[in-house]
């Protein structure tokens, strides 16, 4: 079961990648998933270790390296998943460097944030992840009627404003995914941490009907996962993580505890790996993404724990 770390854990702490790659190879993962904070320098290094067979790059986040011009590395410069006509060309423009980037290191994925389908309003107030985060934690419990009405207006409205993004992104899905069979890698989307997220558990199994045969995937975040089932926005994890395998290119690899803690060493918060051991045997992606902050030797134990939970 071979299982690969993302450089963000450790990119901003290294100048080389080849410095990069030795501390991750040294806590006994087996591959790399390139980062959105990977630079053109770390890219250089890395691509040095891979030519020599020291290691894989099994996956690499949108968008990568940084790119030129950016302030720092970040997932939703640019939004393929918006409204905006211009915000859509911008993030075609940045996928298709990305996966350029990627066919060149030997990746099978690529992991992209589609978008998020924004919840304000000026007349009715915001119905977003923010105010259903402060009531959850002001009512004490998500199963409280004041959250849960709460709730059931949010996803009213998400449902309304969900159909226009949805058509301008299979719009821009019918451009890019030829592109991404010809360069032989998967374009997996993400689950995100909030409610405004896009697409939802629905809305990807919808997006992988619409285009089956084609390398749409998608890529589960287990800590994200966790938090939109601490929050009421989807059904039991690992029944909801189980049903979506078979769509399913990648997972991101860390803990979660409540409400929205994520990014912790397996083993710290709520998720109880043993019942995602389908991941396993699974023909996927397997990638830790903790904290930067997690230290060296707790990863190494967390590794340790998910294998044990999983077989390998």
């Not at 299979?170 to 997220?197: A, H, R, T, V």
């Not at 397996?266 to 109880?272: A, H, L, T, V, W």
């Amino acid at each position: 079961m071979r299982i690969a770390l993302s450089t963000n854990w450790n990119a901003k702490r290294h100048k080389t990648g080849e410095s990069l790659v030795d501390e991750i190879l040294s806590l006994g993962f087996d591959a790399l998933e390139l980062g959105y904070n990977t630079t053109e320098e770390h890219a250089k290094g890395i691509r040095a270790r891979i030519d020599s067979g020291a290691v894989r790059a099994d996956s690499v986040h949108a968008y990568c390296p940084v790119p030129i011009g950016a302030p720092h590395g970040y997932p939703e410069l640019h939004l393929l998943a918006s409204a905006d006509e211009d915000e859509r060309a911008w993030a075609a423009i940045m996928l298709r460097e990305t996966r350029e980037f990627a066919e060149s290191m030997g990746a099978r994925a690529v992991v992209l944030h589609a978008g998020r389908i924004f919840l304000q309003s000026r007349l009715f107030g915001d119905l977003g992840s923010g105010r259903l985060c402060s009531c959850a934690e002001y009512e004490g419990s998500t199963q409280s009627p004041v959250y849960q009405k709460l709730l059931s207006r949010a996803k009213r409205r998400r449902e309304k404003r969900a159909k226009k993004v949805y058509e301008f992104f299979c719009q821009s899905l019918e451009k890019i995914l030829p592109q991404f069979d010809k360069s032989k890698l998967l374009l997996c989307l993400e689950n995100l941490p909030s409610i405004e997220g896009f697409p939802d558990e629905s809305e990807i199994s919808s997006l992988c009907d619409r285009f089956a045969g084609s390398p749409l995937r998608y890529w589960h975040d287990m800590g994200h996962g966790q938090v939109r089932y601490q929050l009421g926005w989807m059904g039991e994890h690992s029944k909801v993580a189980q049903a979506l395998l078979p769509i399913t290119g990648g997972i991101h690899i860390h803990d979660a505890a409540p409400l929205t803690n994520d990014h912790l060493p397996p083993g710290e918060g709520k998720i109880p790996f043993p019942d995602f051991a389908f991941y396993g045997n699974a023909d996927i992606v397997r990638v830790f993404e903790p904290s930067p902050g997690v230290p060296p030797d707790i990863l190494a134990k967390s590794l340790r724990y998910v294998r044990q939970c999983w077989g390998g």
